[in-house]
Structures are given as structure tokens and as C-alpha cells.
């Protein structure tokens, strides 16, 4: 068995969308002075590799905390995307294999070339309702990609339209280069209550 660490660090200085929180990492005790070590920590519940759920986006919809562990652990595909707009087309060759798995894990690379975060970045994946559609057609129930953001809808309605269909959102995922086209998926959140998301830790197992 392998584990391969999906997952970006979190930093003091980490990049986030436009308008999030900033990250910090602020010592407020250390081992010299207070004979243990402390620090605080700041940072929104979309900040680095994280999850969403219904209620990031949908009023009423479910929290973090009202899903079950057992929605963030499952067998997942791993498929090459183009840092442009992903269409249908670009996932046929892959159809059989998606359907196999209700995880989709999209390796596109941005994550591993691109430390800035710019939604107007077109060199970047995006997925719109048409290709979105065609996923959850196939039975995908999470859906996760090496970059910020995957919306290529006005006022986020991707989103909108994967959570209200109870599909899980990974975001901000790197290291999918190291997968090969299939794994089993860990996807562990901090337990936070009444969010729509939270940090992860992203790993995938791997049978060697």
C-alpha cells in the first residue's frame, strides 16, 4: 500500500480567492518563552485543498458537519482535463471508466504550475452545465480538480448545479500527477459546524 498526499499546505501567506480571508499563522506562545509552543490560526473555510457542500451556495442546504464520513472516502477515477473550457467531448474516451467509480478526481496541472489564484486567468480548466450534466448522468457524486475554482458559469451556477444534486465539491487538489487512473480517495475535513466547507486533507491509497 502507497499513499500519495494530495493536499496543499497551509500557510502563513497562502494564496485565496479574491475577497476570502487571508491565511496567517501567528506563534502566540514558543518553547523558549512559555516552555510549549502555540499559534493561532486564521483562515477562511475555503482556504487551500477544501471541501464544499450544500450550504456554501445553497440556502438551506446541508452543512459540513450533517454529512457522514463515509460521503469522503470512496474508489475514484483520475482523468486528464485541458486548461481550457472542458467539454463533453474531452471526457467521452473516458465514459466507461467514470461510470465505474462515483468519484472523479479532473488532472488538468494548474495547481502544480500556478501558485496565484486568478479567476479571470483563462489558461485555466473550466466546466460548464452541459459537461456537468453529462457527469452527474454518469453517477459522479464527488467531483474533485487541481485548481481553485472549476466554474465556468455566471454567479457560480456549476456549483449550484453539482450541490443541489448532492454532488461534493474537492477544490484546490495537487500532486493528481502521481495517480494513476484510478484510486481509493480520502477526503478528510476538519469537523467544523454550520459551514458550507472546510480545509482538507486529501490522500489517496494506493495498491502497490
Avoid: K
Avoid at 500500500?1 to 497562502?14: A, C, F, I, K, S
Avoid at 474508489?75 to 474516451?93: G, I, K, N
Avoid at 495547481?111 to 459537461?131: F, H, K, M, Q, T
Amino acid at each position: 500500500m502507497r499513499l500519495v498526499d494530495l493536499t496543499q499546505p497551509l500557510r502563513d501567506g497562502l494564496p485565496v480567492y479574491p475577497g476570502d480571508p487571508q491565511v496567517a499563522v501567528t506563534p502566540v506562545a514558543s518553547v523558549a518563552t512559555h516552555g510549549y509552543a502555540v499559534a493561532r490560526l486564521a483562515l477562511s473555510d475555503q482556504a487551500g485543498t477544501h471541501v464544499e457542500t450544500q450550504a456554501h451556495f445553497l440556502a438551506g442546504g446541508r452543512t459540513l458537519d450533517a454529512e457522514p464520513l463515509t460521503r469522503f472516502i470512496g474508489p475514484a477515477s483520475v482523468v486528464d482535463v485541458p486548461c481550457r473550457l472542458v467539454t463533453p467531448a474531452d471526457l467521452a474516451p473516458y465514459a466507461a471508466q467514470i461510470a465505474t467509480r462515483p468519484f472523479l478526481l479532473l488532472r488538468s496541472g494548474y495547481s502544480d504550475r500556478v501558485a496565484a489564484i486568478d479567476p479571470a486567468d483563462p489558461a485555466r480548466p473550466r466546466l460548464g452545465l452541459e459537461v456537468l450534466g453529462w457527469l452527474v448522468e454518469r453517477g459522479v457524486r464527488l467531483l474533485g480538480i487541481d485548481c481553485f475554482d472549476f466554474d465556468a458559469e455566471p454567479d457560480y451556477a456549476g456549483h449550484r448545479y453539482l450541490l443541489a444534486r448532492d454532488v461534493l465539491v474537492v477544490e484546490g487538489l495537487v500532486n493528481l500527477g502521481a495517480l494513476p487512473a484510478s484510486c481509493m480517495l480520502y477526503v478528510v475535513p476538519l469537523l467544523v459546524v454550520g459551514t458550507g466547507g472546510a480545509p482538507c486533507r486529501a490522500f489517496a491509497v494506493l495498491d502497490d
